[in-house]
């Protein structure tokens, strides 16, 4: 059966090799090298794929413009979960990205039916005071969706190039769906593409940090950007062509005379396409690109970048099964009491034996262990801590009492520090025009 991943529904995914093959995720482990200072879920394999990825490591290499961007639906309490997402876009931020979040009200308020009020309140209480504790700078933008005039104008313009025929065949609408859902997908995209608009400075990479279920949203602004473009680049035996597909045929006449003077010579132009046949070199069809990029932006085009995304994996919930923010034991909420925390932690579902003469002889199954994830997804800086709590726990010598302990009081400490620094936060909100 196919693996259907469904923003709005409830997602399982067990076997994440199977995003690569099905829908052309790529693996994080062939880029990881590239990147000098990873985060912590880059080394240890949290962060599993991503798309288009590269280039934003080239634009962290080469200090040159790319962005963060990510989004929240102002719907419940945010958990561990969405810290995750909050400290991929922060670390972003800090290897030079200019960074975009924003607050879903529009979609919260359409699909979930919340009230305006509910989701200005719930986006500053929950997830803006924790971002900007975490440490997002006010550099970036925080922004509610319906409060921002460019995303919703592009959402219109997006919305032309999308059909409804796709959006029923990836988000399964049907002629019962409202049609404000329909809009907020397209004001979604629209959040992701806008960082690319002149006003910010116009195009360049953009990575998208989100969980897998956000992939389809993904790939469908991938799509989108393509049809919103003038030109289409494509890299054949021999040439590289160049398709005004929305072009005109002046547009075509530019294109053809400002690759002749940016160098290229065999430049053989027709009524609708320009073809260049002296491309020896493999990054020509990559400089023809940003030649036409430049060339669409000038006559008012967007010129957009297809955006990039990484996708990390979910933390299992601490009774076993998924995370859910609608079952309060499953996850720990930043916002929750710090005592109440460590009691949940001190329940978990741990990869021990039934018997602790089984643990010291079979040892524990740290992999299936949800204290040993809180370890590694948030609790741990230090890898060599956390190989030597695997070894043991493998090796029997570890006992989930203890484990557990330390785990439960650390979780308890990070909430203290957090609460007291979203009580800042709060203090600075005009920093971030809220
Ligand atoms: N749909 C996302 C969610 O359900 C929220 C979101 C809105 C988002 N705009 C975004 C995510 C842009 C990534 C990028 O949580
Ligand atoms: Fe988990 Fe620690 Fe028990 Fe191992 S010893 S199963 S890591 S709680």
């Keep these: 059966m196919a693996t259907k991943l469904d923003p709005w529904g409830a997602v399982s995914i067990d076997d994440y090799s199977k995003l690569f093959e099905e829908f052309g995720i790529s693996s994080f482990d062939d880029i990881l090298p590239q990147i000098d200072d990873p985060h912590p879920y880059m080394k240890r394999h ?34 561990l ?44 209480e929950e997830y803006i005071l924790s971002l900007i504790a975490l440490g997002f700078e006010p550099s970036g933008t925080i922004y509610f969706q319906s409060k921002r005039q460019a995303v919703r104008d592009l959402a219109f313009e997006l919305a032309s190039a999308a059909r409804f025929s796709e959006l029923a065949a990836i988000y399964g609408f049907s002629g019962e769906t409202n049609v404000a859902h329909m809009v907020s ?23 998208i940090p989100v969980g897998s279920d ?19 680049v494509e890299e054949r035996v021999g040439h590289v062509s160049l398709r005004g597909k929305a072009a005109g045929t002046d547009l075509i006449e530019a294109a053809a005379a400002r690759l002749k003077e940016t160098g290229y010579r065999k430049v053989k132009r027709y009524e609708e396409h320009v073809d260049v046949f002296d491309v020896s070199d493999p990054g020509d069809a990559e400089r023809i690109e940003e030649i036409v990029r430049g060339l669409e932006v000038e006559a008012g085009g967007y010129g957009f970048v297809p955006p990039a995304s990484l ?30 925390a460590r009691e949940k932690v001190m329940k978990a579902v741990t990869g021990g034996r039934q018997s602790l003469a089984e643990q010291k002889t079979l040892g ?16 741990s800086e ?18 989930c009492g203890t484990c557990k ?12 520090d957090h609460q007291r620094k979203r009580e800042i936060a709060r203090e600075r909100l005009s920093e971030y025009g809220l």
């Design 311 to 340: 996708y990390h994996r979910f933390m299992t919930g601490l009774t076993g099964g998924k995370m859910s923010s609608s079952r309060p034991e499953s996850h720990i909420a930043l916002t929750e009491d710090p005592e109440e």
């Design 185 to 207: 997908v397209m004001i979604q995209s629209a959040d992701i593409l806008h960082p690319q608009l002149s006003e910010n400075g116009g195009p360049k990479p953009v990575v």
């Design 364 to 379: 524990g199954e740290p992999d299936k262990c949800t204290v040993y994830e809180l370890l590694i997804f948030h609790l």
């Design 81 to 124: 979960g969405g810290k995750m997402v909050m400290e991929e876009i922060i670390w972003h931020q800090k290897h030079g990205g200019d960074a975009f979040v924003a607050i879903a009200d529009m979609e919260a308020h359409s699909v979930r039916g919340i009230s305006w009020e509910r989701c200005r309140e719930m986006g500053i």
């Design 46 to 79: 949290i962060i599993f794929g991503h798309r288009d990825y590269q280039k934003v490591v080239e634009a962290m290499k080469e200090k040159s413009p790319f962005a963060v961007m990510s989004g929240f639906m102002p719907s419940g309490r945010v958990h």
């Design 214 to 232: 956000q992939d389809a949203h993904i790939r469908l602004t991938r799509d989108l950007a393509g049809r919103m473009r003038k030109f289409l």
């Design 405 to 416: 302990k330390e785990a439960a009081e650390r979780i308890r400490d990070f909430l203290v």
């Design 382 to 399: 230090d890898d060599g801590e956390l190989a030597e709590v695997y070894d043991e726990c493998k090796s029997g010598a570890r006992t």
